[in-house]
């Protein structure tokens, strides 16, 4: 009998314990935002939403290490209503386009209404993390208050500043430019040089066309006084991606070639090499390999030469893409510059390939071997060193 009490008490406790620690996790709503919305309303908490990718690393290391804190799991069960959306899944895009989310974790603190109160975004510890979110709960720091506060006097640079950073925490830069216009819009241009101004041109404007942007260009030293000479070149490379980025990635060449005649009008030393770029990423995305030649072919030893990277993913792409033996021959020429500038086992079986497809067997032959040779003498595998020259000699 008593055997029996003791099994029964043990498996009351160890019941309990499972209660105990199942109440000792952060519980993520995942049914969605109206419901979401509706539980902050009932329970009187604001809402912490987490935006995450499945692949990120980031992601995954928040919720593994940050989210399983003891201190993290009671700070944020007692203060808020918990959700996550997987930004490739369901309502993911509504989010991304709502808030403008551009990097992944992003952490959106809102009302019970929807409002957005607080964000940032990316990787912290459980102590930095803690601290983030007591920012959103504190009135002074929250987007509403900052908002009232430089609308209240848009002329003034510490206001709009402060908004401007508090929006700008991984977000889409365009939905800060209206903000930044709207103070800007208050300075002349003999005002426009100081050290605020510089950070709200620097985060807020994204025309290149804009009066703002203009005068930056043509006063850069002016503003190298107040930044420096390396924050104003970046703010002009930056200006160029964001000008372009959005064409490259839906493969829009009508618009993308609408914007490269803007951008090509910014007179910047690395401009030209940058737009170039591009131009090869555009050909690249949209399988337009005759067009990859010719950019190529007109750009590579005036802005790569030196690139051992880039010399190699541009021979790699003619390996795969291209069959013209005069354009072969000058991918092999091209692979030959990044191996003397970095000598691997991957740059001389590219050699290798490149020669086999030229039809130039004895050459193919010889870097295979260097390859095989190189990595057997290190103890690395030569496994597709030895697969390339079987090949190869079974044709020579």
């Known amino acids: 009998m008593k055997s029996l009490c003791s099994?029964?008490?043990?498996?009351?406790?160890?019941i309990s314990s499972m209660q105990m620690s199942g109440q000792k996790k952060l519980d993520f709503d995942e049914s969605g935002y109206q419901s979401v919305l509706a539980r902050s309303k009932k329970e009187k908490k604001p809402i912490f939403y987490m935006m995450y990718a499945t692949w990120c690393a980031h992601c995954n290391k928040m919720k593994s290490e940050v989210f399983t804190?003891?201190?993290?799991?009671?700070?944020?069960?007692?203060n808020f209503v918990c959700a996550w959306q997987d930004v490739e899944k369901g309502e993911g895009d509504f989010f991304r386009k709502k808030f403008g989310i551009r990097f992944y974790p992003t952490f959106l603190f809102l009302n019970e209404d929807g409002k957005e109160l607080y964000n940032t975004s990316g990787e912290f510890t459980a102590a930095t993390f803690i601290a983030e979110a007591q920012n959103s709960l504190t009135k002074e720091k929250q987007l509403p208050y900052l908002e009232e506060q430089f609308l209240a006097d848009v002329s003034n640079s510490d206001k709009c500043l402060a908004y401007l950073m508090a929006l700008n925490k991984g977000r889409d830069r365009n939905l800060l430019s209206p903000i930044a216009h709207q103070y800007l819009a208050t300075q002349p241009d003999d005002k426009l040089v100081s050290a605020n101004n510089w950070k709200i041109i620097a985060n807020g404007v994204t025309n290149p066309q804009s009066r703002e942007f203009q005068y930056v260009?043509?006063?850069?030293?002016?503003?190298?006084?107040?930044?420096?000479a390396?924050?104003?070149?970046?703010?002009?490379?930056?200006?160029?991606?964001?000008?372009?980025t959005p064409a490259l990635e839906h493969k829009d060449t009508i618009t993308y070639n609408k914007k490269r005649l803007i951008a090509k009008t910014i007179q910047s030393a690395k401009n030209d090499s940058l737009v170039n770029s591009f131009d090869m990423q555009m050909a690249e995305r949209t399988n337009n390999w005759k067009k990859y030649k010719q950019i190529t072919m007109a750009s590579v030893d005036k802005y790569y030469a030196k690139d051992a990277k880039t010399l190699r993913d541009i021979a790699i792409n003619y390996l795969k893409n291209i069959n013209d033996s005069v354009a072969l021959n000058t991918a092999i020429g091209w692979a030959k510059q990044a191996l003397a500038i970095v000598e691997t086992y991957d740059n001389q079986i590219l050699l290798a390939r490149l020669y086999q497809k030229n039809k130039k067997i004895?050459?193919?032959?010889?870097?295979?071997?260097?390859a095989k040779n190189n990595n057997g003498s290190i103890g690395f595998s030569t496994k597709e060193a030895d697969e390339l020259l079987l090949e190869l000699n079974s044709k020579h």
Do not use: C, P
Request: glycine share 0%; aromatic share 6%; net charge positive.
């Open 217 to 228: 260009l043509n006063h850069q030293k002016e503003f190298e006084s107040v930044a420096s």
């Open 69 to 78: 804190d003891t201190l993290v799991i009671n700070f944020m069960n007692k």
């Open 362 to 370: 004895k050459e193919a032959i010889q870097y295979a071997t260097a």
């Open 230 to 244: 390396k924050r104003v070149q970046r703010k002009i490379e930056n200006i160029v991606v964001e000008l372009l």
């Open 7 to 14: 099994l029964a008490l043990l498996a009351s406790l160890l």
